[in-house]
């Protein structure tokens, strides 16, 4: 590209926006397929049991889970996204449940699952709501339960004065998650988008449910 994007133009959000805004287009996001990152986590086996994927958008992940034969859940709040999500579902038969919800509510929705994904909803998030999506996720997670996040990297370039989603450290990853889960793996990948064949400097972290002797 002659230029590099604007975090903007790359994530297409700006907290506070109307989430069905952002679905009035194909966001960049949305890229028609799952992410590589994700793609090869199912491949090695290391998603399994009931699998809840958070801020699931069209739910292309949720459906490569239910072609694994596993028992996938999808929320979001986007009502845009979850009737693609729904269409596409119905169009290759897939037996799935997509759910209107907060993923900063987990404990409100009272289930437990084996695996959690996590595809560019954690970097979105505030200060002030880490510590109750922490707790939520830990209260949703079975023992032993993973967590598999991707989310942007401060590697990535910000431009002053523009709204996008948080750079993440590895500081960050492991401060806002020290005490709930233990963190098993920050390793550098890429948040693969429309607009750039090049994608997003990004981290795929793991991390495990644990009792608290473990952690």
């Known amino acids: ?26 966001p960049p996001w949305d890229i028609g397929r799952p992410q590589s990152a994700f793609l090869g986590l199912a491949r090695s086996g290391a998603i399994r049991g009931r699998v809840l994927d958070i801020g699931c958008g069209t739910g292309e992940h949720v459906l490569m889970c239910a ?5 996938a859940t999808g929320l979001d709040l986007a009502d845009t996204a979850l009737r693609t999500a729904r269409d596409k579902a119905h169009r290759r038969g897939a037996a799935v449940r997509f759910l209107h919800h907060d993923a900063r509510a987990l404990t409100a929705l009272g289930e437990r699952f ?41 590697r990535e370039p910000s431009e002053p004065g523009t709204v996008g989603p948080h750079r993440l450290t590895r500081d960050d990853i492991t401060t806002a998650f020290a005490g709930t889960l233990r963190v098993d793996s920050i390793e550098p990948s890429v948040i693969e988008i429309t607009l750039d064949p090049a994608g997003v400097q990004g981290w795929l972290v793991a991390m495990t449910k644990v009792s608290a002797l473990e952690q």
């Not at 604007?6 to 109307?18: A, E, L, Y």
Request: glycine share 12%; charged share 20%; net charge negative.
């Open 1 to 26: 590209m002659a230029e590099h994007l604007s975090p903007d133009d790359i994530s297409g959000i700006n907290p506070g926006q109307p989430l069905d805004d952002l679905y009035t287009h194909r």
């Open 67 to 71: 072609g694994l034969g596993l028992d």
């Open 114 to 154: 084996d695996t959690v994904l996590d595809c560019g909803l954690f970097h979105m998030l505030a200060a002030a709501d880490r510590a109750r999506f922490t707790a939520g996720l830990d209260a949703s997670l079975r023992l032993g339960g993973r967590y598999f996040m991707l989310c942007f990297s401060e």
